[in-house]
């Protein structure tokens, strides 16, 4: 047999440091999982492709490097979506290889025809059909090219019969690999931003995931300014330690501290972030320099003043020297302050629960962040998990946390976890799953099993979809459609051959978490956690307010009180504190 068209394909990928595709198998993929079988790449057989293409971006965004997922013609490739939705939101290094129908059908709605070079437009950076075996090889290192390059998705979409094509024999392919680039604004623009951030008296930082390197950087910049730094959720793991001038989050999950100092600021320096939500910026006459790589995204989300297209690491060395240090400290000594009191408030809303009453979702977070290991990767499913994730995770610059922060897909936690533990196979993962997200696709435990991957489950089990209860709530809308039959996940987790361990009280959890974490091999940990805990967001709107009473008195005439008492009951210890 001579080298097929898969094998040219295999060969690039395996020269490019790929070790492994993310898939499930299917009759027009047969010629390309075949060629893996001939090679050292391995196949990674997942329960769901989007599940593959989650894993592939949990890899990415560990590892940085290209990652690879497939699917097979038709619904395969379709289920791909969600998971490359999210990989190019998070902006990591993705391939998809897409199979197609035969050549010769498409156009006459042939069994299982789409047109996947349509589909996954929009959610790639590159897309295109290979309509010869003559195209497939160049395709596919534009398409690597593309993905490293870009940091997003790339799809090439091949019929079936391609992958058994003969291809022209290369025995050295060329890797496509990674570059980095040292971006920087021009000299005019920096003085701009300098003059206008040494005006202020109150400035600000609000910081993201574009300050991945700069952590130094970005502190001794707010050094200069004496200016609280505010994180959006993916700026957490990069800036939240050895930095004195944090006040934390902001946003729908963030605090108080880091809503007041967005507020009070007189000037905003942004930091490589493109957080979203515009009802959390500062008065529009507030000046904003705001610096980030792609220029295309300055100016998104709130009026700019200095636009600074540059990587953060180089723009902050860059402008530092021009800043003039300040003396006055006010502003910044007052946020920090308040920062200290939010944690404070939020280490006593952590507290173990008595024996006849369900456990705070906070204390299992909490529990979780004491026991997990110094250079622990998290994942965190969409919803409450995520908003204890953020408070109560302690990232140390070796820790890692993982999640659908941009795109906000259910039962990402538990695949991206997949990727991140096959990536690095000596580390410890752990998924913060609801019971929700993990029943969502909850096929992929197996997945654990059969690949061997000693990832850590731990489910805030309340049997509700509860953060979309809470946005009921907020709205004024009685919960309706959000409850979930009571299921042993532990013993689901047991009976398809991994660790599965209950925990219905306070006190049976960390000996509980750390049998888990000890074990060797996959397990989960189904923690009972109070279902209407109340995940309080830094301001409360005269609307959220009115919400809340609309739900009340709603959910009383429904005959539904006792929710109401329960509700109260489980939220005491907020009381005192809001």
Not at 3 to 9: E, G
Not at 227 to 253: M, Q, S, W
Not at 287 to 307: A, L, W
Request: aromatic share 6%.
């Amino acid at each position: 047999m001579g080298t097929t068209v898969a094998d040219a394909i295999v060969a690039t990928l395996s020269a490019s440091g790929v070790q492994r595709v993310y898939g499930l198998p299917g009759d027009s993929l047969n010629g390309f999982t075949d060629a893996l079988r001939r090679s050292d790449v391995r196949w990674a057989h997942v329960r769901h492709e989007e599940a593959a293409a989650f894993a592939a971006a949990g890899e990415a965004a560990v590892t940085g490097e290209l990652a690879v997922t497939a699917g097979s013609c038709g619904p395969g490739n379709l289920h791909l979506i969600n998971g490359l939705f999210d990989a190019q939101r998070s902006r990591v290094p993705v391939l998809a290889i897409a199979a197609h129908i035969p050549r010769e059908e498409i156009g006459s709605e042939y069994f299982q025809e789409t047109h996947p070079q349509e589909l996954f437009r929009e959610c790639s950076v590159y897309c295109e059909l290979a309509s010869t075996a003559e195209q497939v090889p160049r395709l596919l290192r534009i398409a690597m090219r593309n993905a490293l390059e870009r940091r997003g998705v790339a799809v090439v979409v091949i019929p079936g019969e391609l992958f058994l094509a003969d291809a022209v024999a290369n025995p050295h392919p060329r890797p496509v690999t990674g570059t980095s680039s040292h971006v920087i604004p021009d000299d005019a623009a920096l003085a701009r931003a300098a003059d206008v951030l040494n005006a202020a008296r109150r400035p600000a930082i609000l910081a993201g995931a574009g300050c991945h390197d700069a952590h130094d950087e970005t502190v001794e910049v707010a050094r200069l300014l004496k200016a609280p730094i505010v994180h959006a959720l993916r700026g957490k793991e990069y800036l939240e330690y050895d930095n004195p001038f944090t006040v934390g989050l902001t946003g729908l999950i963030g605090y108080s501290s880091g809503y007041r100092a967005m507020e009070h600021c007189d000037a905003l320096l942004m930091l490589g972030t493109d957080f979203p939500y515009r009802q959390f910026y500062p008065d529009p006459q507030v000046p904003v320099v705001q610096v980030d790589v792609r220029g295309e995204h300055i100016g998104r989300r709130t009026d700019v003043d200095v636009p600074l297209v540059g990587t953060v690491k180089d723009t902050a060395r860059a402008l530092a020297p021009l800043l003039r240090p300040k003396s006055d400290s006010g502003f910044l000594d007052t946020m920090t302050g308040h920062y200290r009191r939010v944690r404070a408030r939020l280490d006593r809303l952590a507290e173990a629960t008595p024996p006849d009453r369900p456990m705070h979702p906070q204390y299992v977070a909490a529990r979780v962040d004491e026991i997990a290991g110094a250079d622990t990767v998290f994942t965190a499913d969409v919803g409450t998990p995520t908003v204890w994730a953020a408070r109560y995770l302690t990232m140390n610059g070796r820790r890692r946390l993982i999640g659908s922060f941009s795109h906000g897909s259910m039962a990402n936690a538990l695949p991206q976890a997949i990727g991140v533990q096959a990536a690095q196979p000596g580390r410890q993962v752990v998924a913060l799953c609801g019971d929700g997200g993990l029943t969502m696709l909850l096929g992929e435990l197996v997945t654990l099993r059969q690949l061997n991957l000693p990832v850590k489950i731990v489910v805030f089990n309340n049997s509700a979809l509860s953060f979309v209860e809470l946005e009921m709530k907020a709205a004024g809308i009685v919960n309706y459609g959000t409850e979930l039959d009571h299921v042993d996940l532990a013993a689901v987790a047991r009976g398809a051959g991994l660790f599965g361990a209950r925990v219905d009280h306070a006190e049976q959890l960390d000996e509980t978490l750390r049998a888990a974490f000890a074990h060797d091999g996959p397990a989960v940990v189904d923690a009972r956690t109070a279902r209407h805990e109340l995940a309080m967001p830094p301001k409360i709107t005269y609307e959220q307010l009115k919400g809340f009473t609309l739900f009340a008195t709603r959910t009383v005439l429904s005959g539904r009180g006792d929710e109401i008492v329960e509700l109260v009951k489980t939220n005491l210890h907020e009381l005192p504190l809001v």
